[in-house]
C-alpha cells in the first residue's frame, strides 16, 4: 500500500549515526546517502522505501504528533536489538519491547529518534 515514507531531520550527519545502526538490527541497509537524504531498503528491494532528509521547503524540521513509522522484524530478539540501539545512538524509549494487546504475537518496541520522530518496530511471529 505504501510506496516510501519520509521524515525531517535538521541533522544529517546525526541521523546517518542513529539510524545505520539501528535499521541494521532488523536487517536494513542504506542504499543512498546524498547531501540532503539518506534513503534505506530491505536488501531485496529494488528502491528505498524509507528516508530521511532535509525539509524541502528549508525550514526546521519537527515530528508529526500522532505520527509514527513502523518496520517489520524478523524476529523478537530483533526488536529488542532495534530498541536497545536506539537508545544506545542517541534515541530515548517510547515503550520497552514486549507484547501489545493488539493481537497475540504483536511484539513491538517504540522510540523517537534524535530529531523526535516517533518509530516503532514490530514482529507478528510467534516465538
Known amino acids: ?25 532488523l536487517g536494513y ?10 534513503g534505506y531498503a530491505a536488501p531485496e528491494d529494488e ?8 525539509p524541502y521547503d528549508k ?14 522484524a524478523p524476529d523478537r530478539s530483533a526488536v529488542r536489538a532495534f530498541h536497545a540501539a536506539a537508545l544506545l545512538y542517541g534515541g530515548e524509549d517510547e515503550g520497552k519491547p514486549g507484547l501489545r494487546p493488539y493481537h497475540a504475537n504483536f511484539y513491538g518496541a517504540y522510540i523517537r529518534d534524535p530529531d523526535g520522530n516517533k518509530l516503532s518496530a514490530v514482529c507478528e511471529n510467534a516465538e
Open 1 to 25: 500500500m505504501l510506496l516510501y515514507v519520509t521524515v525531517g531531520t535538521n541533522n544529517l550527519e546525526r541521523a546517518l549515526e542513529f539510524y545505520d545502526p539501528v535499521l541494521a538490527t
Open 59 to 72: 525550514q526546521e524540521a519537527s515530528s508529526g504528533n500522532g505520527s509514527m513509522t513502523t518496520f517489520v
Open 47 to 54: 528502491r528505498c522505501r524509507f528516508w530521511i532528509l532535509y
Open 29 to 38: 541497509v542504506r542504499r543512498v546517502l546524498k547531501e540532503e537524504e539518506i
